[in-house]
């Protein structure tokens, strides 16, 4: 494993970078992880594919000087000044708020991406309450409010969940990030950081056609944050190219006892 940085405008970006395959894989970490986490993915993979995995934005080692503004075009500035990636082809995985990332990466520069592997990813279906706190002002201005008194946020969606508008998974994984005051100004800051990568699956799932691109949608099936179903939603039309499956776990699927049957899929 090589731990490295590179500069990027302002900023530094640090990436790890492990085995010795042939293939180039790039993978996106979930929100509040790292690049660490595909630690035992590489483990399995290492001698099939060179595997990138970067600390996005907000994240691990990077240090981000742009401002709470993050666009599709940085990450691929980014990819770019990574030596292995460097106007290469390479398969491209993205987990939860990662698979958004690589959803938004794909969508510009297709012709280059040889398999996309989504892991319990986020981008493929729009949350009205994310759309609502990132891509409006008067949104987000609530939203900054609330993680600075977030008492009438628990209240808020505590009544919510008992309507049923929103699953109580969500309900669950967001609150773990709000009873310190540092994990809300870290949602705030990364939500609003990363509004700008918002991939449109129809758009997407027209180029995974016209481009050929072999399509691995993998959930948990007790995943209460992002459902299988949304994956089931989205290969419709297209089955020749885009397999969906589903491991027995939840959301956390990139622990050590998924990782062999992620593997194989890829291998």
Not at 15 to 27: H, I
Not at 227 to 239: A, D, L, N, P, Y
Request: aromatic share 12%; net charge positive; with cysteine.
């Amino acid at each position: 494993m090589r731990s490295t940085f590179i500069p990027y405008k302002y900023s530094n970006i640090h990436y790890l970078q492990f085995g010795t395959g042939e293939k180039t894989l790039l993978c996106f970490h979930g929100f509040g992880e790292n690049a660490d986490s595909f630690i035992p993915l590489a483990r399995q993979l290492g001698d099939t594919y060179t595997i990138v995995a970067i600390d996005l934005p907000l994240h691990g080692k990077t240090v981000w000087n742009e401002g709470m503004m993050c666009t599709t075009e940085d990450i691929i500035s980014i990819i770019d000044n990574i030596p292995v990636l460097h106007k290469r082809s390479f398969s491209l995985a993205g987990y939860s708020m990662g698979g958004r990332v690589a959803l938004s990466v794909y969508e510009l520069i297709p012709q280059r991406i040889q398999q996309l592997i989504l892991l319990a990813s986020d981008g493929l279906k729009i949350n009205f309450w994310y759309w609502l706190a990132t891509q409006t002002a008067l949104g987000n201005r609530l939203f900054k409010y609330f993680m600075k008194k977030p008492g009438i946020f628990f209240t808020v969606t505590k009544a919510l969940k008992s309507t049923g508008m929103i699953n109580i998974g969500v309900y669950n994984y967001v609150h773990q990030y709000l009873n310190q005051e540092d994990k809300r100004i870290q949602l705030y800051t990364i939500w609003t950081t990363m509004r700008k990568l918002r991939p449109a699956a129809k758009n997407i799932k027209a180029l995974i056609q016209k481009n050929s691109t072999p399509a691995f949608l993998i959930y948990g099936r007790y995943d209460r944050v992002i459902r299988h179903t949304t994956g089931s939603s989205f290969k419709k039309g297209m089955e020749d190219l885009c397999t969906l499956h589903i491991l027995p776990c939840g959301h956390r699927m990139l622990h050590e006892k998924n990782t062999a049957a992620i593997a194989a899929l890829l291998q």
